[in-house]
C-alpha cells in the first residue's frame, strides 16, 4: 500500500481566491490521481497526473481552473482558482503504486468557500 | 463506457445482523472490481478486491463479497455487523486494460443502530 498525506486538511476561503492542496506520498508512483467529492455525493476524478507530463482532465474540468503540478515521484499539488462556493467539497488525491491495481487515498482537503 | 449503480444510497441494520449491501455494473469489456468504505471526515480505505480467481474474496473487518459475472454484481456482505461499522460505502470498477481510471457508485450509507 501507499501512505499519503494532504495539506491543508481542511480551509475556509472567500470567494475569488485560490487554494493550493499539497500531496505527499511516502514512495515513489507514476499514477496519480485528483478527485472531488462534492457534499453528500460521490467520487469524481478532476484529472490525473503523471510524473514527467501534462496533467490529463476529465471532461467538465479545465486546467485554468484547476491547475496540477507533478514535480516529482512523490508529490503533486492541485489548486482551485478564483473559487466560488460551488468549489465547496472535500478534495483527495490518490495513487497507483507499480504492479498494483487498486488506488489508496489520501485524507482529503475538505473546502468551503463563502 | 462503464458505470457503477448502487441501488442503495441508505442501510440502516441492527449490531450483529448481516448486512449486504448492493452494486451492480455495466461494462462491455473484463473488470476489477473494488470496494472502499469512508468514515466519517476520513479519506477512503479499500476493504476488498477482485482481480481474477475465485469469485468469493475476503476483505478487511470481517467483509466479504461475490463477484457474478452473469448478473454483474458484486455484492459486498458481512455476517454480523458493528455499530463502527457505520460509514460510507462505495464500489468501483476499472477496466482490464491501461486505464488506470476507477468509476465510483453513488455509495451507500450503513447505518448500525444498537
Known amino acids: 500500500s501507499a501512505v499519503i498525506s494532504q495539506k491543508p486538511s481542511r480551509d475556509i476561503c472567500q470567494r475569488g481566491t485560490s487554494l493550493t492542496i499539497q500531496c505527499q506520498v511516502d514512495?515513489?508512483?507514476?499514477?496519480m490521481f485528483w478527485y472531488r467529492q462534492q457534499p453528500g455525493q460521490s467520487l469524481t476524478l478532476i484529472a490525473t497526473?503523471?510524473?514527467?507530463?501534462?496533467?490529463?482532465?476529465e471532461s467538465g474540468f479545465v486546467i485554468d481552473k484547476f491547475p496540477i503540478s507533478r514535480p516529482n515521484l512523490t508529490f503533486s499539488t492541485l489548486t482551485v482558482s478564483n473559487m466560488s462556493p460551488e468549489d465547496s467539497s472535500i478534495y483527495l488525491c490518490?495513487?497507483?503504486?507499480?504492479?498494483?491495481?487498486?488506488?489508496?487515498f489520501g485524507p482529503g482537503t475538505r473546502l468551503t468557500v463563502t | 463506457a462503464q458505470s457503477v449503480t448502487q441501488l442503495d444510497s441508505q442501510v440502516p441494520v441492527f449490531e450483529e445482523a448481516p448486512v449486504e449491501l448492493r452494486c451492480n455494473y455495466s461494462?462491455?469489456?473484463?473488470?476489477?472490481l473494488f470496494w472502499y468504505v469512508q468514515y466519517p471526515n476520513q479519506g477512503l480505505q479499500l476493504l476488498l478486491k477482485?482481480?481474477?480467481?475465485?469469485?468469493l474474496v475476503k476483505g478487511i473487518n470481517g467483509f466479504e463479497a461475490e463477484f457474478n459475472k452473469s448478473q454483474t454484481s458484486f455484492h459486498l456482505r458481512k455476517p454480523s455487523v458493528h455499530i463502527s461499522d457505520t460509514a460510507e460505502y462505495f464500489c468501483?470498477?476499472?477496466?482490464?486494460?491501461?486505464?488506470?481510471?476507477?468509476?465510483f457508485g453513488s455509495g451507500t450509507r450503513l447505518l448500525v443502530r444498537p
Open positions: 490518490s495513487v497507483t503504486p507499480s504492479g498494483r491495481y487498486e488506488q489508496y
Open positions: 514512495s515513489q508512483v507514476t499514477m
Open positions: 497526473a503523471n510524473q514527467g507530463s501534462e496533467a490529463t482532465y
Open positions: 461494462s462491455s469489456v473484463s473488470v476489477y
Open positions: 477482485y482481480l481474477s480467481g475465485s469469485t
Open positions: 468501483a470498477v476499472r477496466t482490464v486494460d491501461s486505464s488506470y481510471k476507477l468509476i
